[in-house]
């Protein structure tokens, strides 16, 4: 079992940033993929950063270029950066994490972009 912790969501301005942590707890050694997902209201859950336990990456194309995911393994936690935020990127953002045992999701965080 892997419990994860999401954190750092909320209200910021068009342009600005923010950063968002994802904490791990459990049977984390089996953790291979971190991800983070979102959705924003009235549209299906998408795919925004991927990251697996060896620091491969894969962005959506809509953050591309503004996003970073970092991993540190030894904390068992995982950020997402997202730099000049549009109100487009207003979304609920859930971690998840694979094993080879399933997949795990943390309960979300509200982020909300809007002036």
């Known amino acids: 079992q892997v419990q994860l912790v999401e954190d750092g969501g909320g209200l910021v301005q068009p342009g600005g940033a923010l950063r968002l942590s994802c904490a791990a707890s459990?049977?984390?050694?089996?953790?291979?993929?971190v991800a983070w997902f979102r959705q924003a209201p009235g549209k299906q859950r998408e795919l925004v950063a991927l990251?697996?336990?060896?620091?491969?990456?894969k962005y959506a194309d809509s953050v591309k270029g503004r996003c970073t995911i970092s991993r540190d393994n030894a904390k068992d936690t995982v950020w997402l950066t997202i730099d000049s935020l549009k109100t487009e990127d207003t979304a609920v953002y859930s971690c998840?994490?694979?094993?080879?045992?399933?997949?795990?999701w943390g309960q979300g965080t509200q982020v909300t972009v809007s002036s």
């Open positions: 459990g049977s984390t050694s089996e953790i291979y993929n």
């Open positions: 998840w994490a694979g094993t080879l045992g399933g997949s795990y």
């Open positions: 990251i697996s336990r060896l620091g491969s990456i």
